[in-house]
């Protein structure tokens, strides 16, 4: 099963040079909530920039997958080159979480999406492409202060 995991504004804005632009604590919760413990994929910019969050403590993650075409090592995770080779041949439970160019990747094999709505415009450079939604069923939903959080599931077709 693949999940993609996201927070985005009113315009799909999702980040601002590599880091979020808001601060958000119960959404942090949340995130941390659903894939702690989980095998993710993320590209190699989402990595680093989780880094510079983490600093020296590990990261929450049974198992992680970095997307990159540049061959390079990785002391806490598997490097995937080929995303779309990746995602039609693994038989793990995937969460995707960033950034904008592999969730786009990850988008067609997407079986369930977690996405954070952030009320207002915020400023940043980093976008979802928008997709049309009909594709997915809701199945859960709350919100609290600034937030929706809601799950979506593929319709069977």
């Known amino acids: 099963m693949i999940n993609l995991i996201w927070a985005m504004d009113e315009n799909w804005l999702v ?13 942090l919760t949340y995130f941390k909530n659903v894939t702690k413990d989980k095998i993710v994929l993320m590209g190699d910019l989402t990595y680093e920039s989780m880094k510079g969050y983490y600093k020296t403590k590990p990261f929450p993650f049974k198992k992680i997958y970095v997307a990159n075409l540049i061959d390079k090592v990785y002391e806490d995770a598997i490097l995937v080159k080929d995303v779309n080779h990746f995602l039609k041949n693994n038989n793990e439970e995937i969460f995707v979480i960033g950034g904008p160019t592999i969730y786009n990747l990850a988008l067609p094999y997407a079986d369930r999406l977690y996405i954070t709505f952030v009320l207002g415009r915020f400023e940043g450079n980093r976008y979802f492409k928008k997709f049309d939604l009909n594709d997915y069923q809701l199945v859960n939903y709350s919100n609290t202060d600034s937030l929706i959080f809601a799950t979506y599931e593929r319709r069977k077709h």
């Open 15 to 27: 980040g601002n040079n590599d880091k979020l632009p808001w601060h958000f604590p119960k959404d």
